[in-house]
């Protein structure tokens, strides 16, 4: 007998006394659970995206930075708010849901940075600041008249700059990706621009305790991934030392 329910952002798959449960939006994220009697217990958790560079088979969970390059192309050619939201995941290497609670107020103009809460965290008042460039700034202040908000510092000041769905969010930077030209496979979704990120980062020498911060990772190892990669990206690591 199999069971099959979408529930919030989850798929649940029963099997007899198994639980597989499937995040939608990290489709390598999966939950294995039992259940004993009316308790439900975890056997394991599995998150591949957020551990690894590559799934099991060798194929990459990222893109390039020639990829990286071909979605902020495309993503400018967007309407305003698709367009800005693109950008801010690109430059930032937030996640969707945190991308979905920047304010006006998050967004320091005179030094150029987001403040982003650091959702994975188990406490919720866990912020980082990640410099942005002014590629970024400048379409955020035109298209939300950033500095006029900022002045008046009335209720628009806290409200979200984007009010989508993280499915809806979702599907709007897969359609980015596909705009622009990116080959089918399991970097083209939000997760592989998070961890494009990353890797721009390390191939351009950034320190793993700064890329650490930037992204919110409470463990360097996890920092560390990012440091693993092949081809011509780890060529360009290489030749800092040639």
């Given at each position: 007998?199999?069971?099959?329910?979408?529930?919030?952002?989850?798929?649940?798959?029963?099997?007899?006394?198994?639980?597989?449960?499937?995040?939608?939006?990290?489709?390598?994220?999966?939950?294995?659970?039992?259940?004993?009697?009316?308790?439900?217990?975890?056997?394991?958790?599995?998150?591949?995206?957020?551990?690894?560079?590559?799934?099991?088979?060798?194929?990459?969970?990222?893109?390039?930075?020639?990829?990286?390059?071909?979605?902020?192309?495309?993503?400018?050619?967007?309407?305003?708010?698709?367009?800005?939201?693109?950008?801010?995941?690109?430059?930032?290497?937030?996640?969707?849901?945190?991308?979905?609670?920047?304010?006006?107020?998050?967004?320091?103009?005179?030094?150029?940075?987001?403040?982003?809460?650091?959702?994975?965290?188990?406490?919720?008042?866990?912020?980082?600041?990640?410099?942005?460039?002014?590629?970024?700034?400048?379409?955020?202040?035109?298209?939300?008249?950033?500095?006029?908000?900022?002045?008046?510092?009335?209720?628009?000041?806290?409200?979200?700059?984007?009010?989508?769905?993280?499915?809806?969010?979702?599907?709007?930077?897969?359609?980015?990706?596909?705009?622009?030209?990116?080959?089918?496979?399991?970097?083209?979704?939000?997760?592989?621009?998070?961890?494009?990120?990353?890797?721009?980062?390390?191939?351009?020498?950034?320190?793993?305790?700064?890329?650490?911060?930037?992204?919110?990772?409470?463990?360097?190892?996890?920092?560390?991934?990012?440091?693993?990669?092949?081809?011509?990206e780890e060529r360009e690591i290489a030749k800092r030392m040639w």
């Open positions: 007998m199999t069971l099959l329910v979408i529930m919030s952002d989850f798929l649940f798959l029963q099997t007899a006394d198994i639980y597989r449960v499937f995040c939608l939006f990290d489709p390598c994220s999966i939950f294995y659970l039992t259940l004993h009697s009316n308790n439900v217990r975890f056997l394991y958790f599995r998150a591949m995206n957020e551990m690894r560079l590559y799934d099991t088979n060798g194929d990459r969970l990222y893109l390039t930075p020639e990829e990286r390059k071909l979605f902020i192309d495309c993503a400018k050619e967007q309407p305003n708010k698709v367009m800005t939201f693109a950008l801010t995941l690109a430059y930032t290497g937030c996640r969707i849901s945190e991308a979905l609670e920047i304010t006006p107020s998050r967004i320091d103009l005179d030094q150029k940075q987001i403040l982003l809460r650091s959702l994975k965290k188990r406490k919720n008042d866990v912020y980082r600041t990640v410099p942005v460039p002014n590629e970024l700034i400048d379409p955020l202040v035109l298209v939300y008249d950033l500095i006029k908000i900022k002045k008046s510092r009335g209720l628009k000041a806290i409200k979200p700059l984007w009010t989508w769905t993280r499915q809806h969010s979702y599907e709007i930077i897969k359609k980015v990706m596909i705009d622009a030209g990116i080959p089918e496979g399991k970097h083209r979704m939000p997760k592989g621009l998070r961890h494009a990120f990353g890797v721009n980062a390390i191939v351009n020498g950034v320190p793993e305790s700064r890329l650490q911060k930037w992204m919110g990772h409470s463990d360097l190892k996890t920092t560390s991934i990012y440091t693993n990669v092949i081809g011509r």
